[in-house]
């Protein structure tokens, strides 16, 4: 009975969403663990470790705050919804209440673009 794994990727790719997900429960009841919690385990094992390693994570990434929208708001809006992934209401409510973040935790050279995007647009931005 014993198959191998990609026996049983095989057979995984021609079950429903919906029988993966029956599966997927089954497994968690039956061993009392969670897939989410694996998930969400993984990155705060990688942030765990040394004092070095988190001090020169934390300056690769940075926060793109609008601190001006400046004298037109739409191209800030159309400019945040591009960036963001959000939808039109929730862009302006982002851009109406600037002083605040757009987006958290980039990389640099990506927060960079962003920040010349919104000045572009009108906004007054910093990184942070």
């Known amino acids: 009975m014993a198959t191998s794994t990609a026996d049983w990727i095989e057979e995984l790719k021609g079950i429903s969403v919906l029988e993966l997900s029956e ?3 089954a497994l968690e009841e039956e061993f009392g663990v969670s897939a989410t919690a694996v998930a969400a ?23 793109v705050v609008i601190t001006e929208v400046g004298g037109q708001k739409v191209p800030v809006i ?5 960036a963001t992934g959000l939808g039109l209401k929730e862009a302006k409510a982002v ?18 673009k962003l920040k010349a995007e919104l000045e572009e647009a009108g906004a007054t931005v910093e990184l942070k």
């Open 23 to 25: 599966r997927i429960k």
């Open 41 to 63: 385990a993984a990155p705060a094992a990688a942030a765990g470790g040394g004092d070095d390693d988190g001090a020169a994570e934390e300056s690769s990434t940075v926060d």
């Open 78 to 82: 159309k400019v945040v919804r591009n």
């Open 95 to 112: 851009v109406d209440a600037s002083p605040g973040p757009v987006k958290e935790g980039l990389e640099r050279a990506e927060a960079e």
